[in-house]
């Protein structure tokens, strides 16, 4: 039965999601760690008569890391590309310059089983969010300064002139990625103008983090991370971050709004940052959806229980969305 469940999560996410066709070429980029998500997969996408071809590699030692030269090939390649992979490859020249050749890219970074029953890919409509996505983003491109605060301590600003919303939402066009069951929106903050207080209380979902038990701060001075304070969470990220001996890792990267009404914090991503009522915040790399920084990482850290003030209006508190 159980079996029977996760089935139909895959053909949801590569029928009605990935909207993938008969007559596609699709890739599936998996690690050895991911096998039994891409067996998964495969029977999805073979289903439906789509051709299918499966490339496995090593784990990625960190996130961001390119895959192998061939597979990066391949992908250039394909019409869609999924992957199930343990260690994100989202932000590669990899994914960027198979985008370019017009691949429509689901991101599946940590995908487990679960998911593929959980109400965040069964019961949402991404359809009908995917109009959600489309008319925030509108009033975003329309701003230009961005205010963050919660009861907890977050106050947190930054601008964006001339910076568009990329809709991380439903359904995949060409030259796109996504992230199901990910629902968001996201900018990417002029570099240098990020100022204030983080409260991050929600999750980390990477190093083996996940959901918190108890908050991490964190100071933003002039774009950058200058301090990070906590559990043993907190010296986590800060000890990992500081093997890089590179200052772009502590770069402002994106502010995410998460807009999936049936996704909960659960430690796994490609959730997470869609928790409806949630900010996630990105560090790191920026380059390859917006930005101008390069860095070896990109993590995003979830806020909670958000407001946010557009140009100094209030356009959202929690779960509530302010149209004019």
């Known amino acids: 039965m159980q079996e029977a469940i996760y089935s139909f999560g895959a053909r949801k996410l590569v029928e009605n999601v990935g909207n993938i066709k008969p007559h596609e070429k699709v890739l599936i980029v998996s690690d050895f760690a991911m096998k039994v998500i891409a ?10 008569g789509a051709e299918c071809v499966v490339c496995y590699m090593k784990p990625r030692e960190w996130d961001c890391q390119e895959p192998p030269e061939m597979i990066a090939e391949a992908m250039k390649k394909a019409d ?10 989202a932000w590669t020249n990899a994914i960027t310059n198979a985008k370019k050749n017009g691949a429509r890219v689901m991101l599946m970074t940590g995908f487990t089983d679960e998911i593929f029953a959980r109400p965040a ?94 908050s991490v701060e964190f100071v933003v001075k002039d774009g950058l991370i200058v301090s990070i304070t906590g559990d043993r969470n907190a010296q986590k990220l800060a000890d990992n971050l500081a093997q890089f001996e590179n200052q772009n890792v502590y770069n402002i990267a994106e502010f995410g709004i998460g807009l999936n009404p049936n996704a909960c914090l659960s430690g796994v991503m490609l959730e997470d940052e869609g928790v409806f009522g949630t900010v996630h915040i990105g560090i790191g790399s920026s380059c390859h959806f917006g930005g101008l920084v390069d860095a070896p990482i990109h993590y995003d850290l979830l806020i909670k229980n958000v407001c946010i003030e557009l140009d100094g209006k209030l356009i959202q508190r929690g779960r509530e969305i302010f149209f004019d």
């Open 80 to 89: 869609v590309i999924l992957t199930p992979v343990s260690v994100s490859i």
């Open 121 to 214: 890919l069964v019961l949402t409509n991404f359809q009908e969010q995917a109009k959600l996505c489309a008319k925030l983003a509108d009033i975003y491109d329309k701003a230009s300064r961005v205010r963050l605060y919660t009861e907890k301590g977050t106050d947190f600003t930054f601008e964006k002139q001339g910076r568009y919303a990329n809709k991380v939402g439903p359904i995949p066009v060409s030259g796109e990625c996504r992230a199901a069951p990910d629902i968001e929106i996201n900018i990417v903050p002029i570099e240098g103008t990020s100022q204030g207080k983080l409260v991050v209380d929600g999750s980390i979902p990477y190093l083996g983090i996940g959901v918190l038990d108890t």
């Open 39 to 48: 067996e998964r997969l495969t029977c999805a996408v073979s289903a439906i």
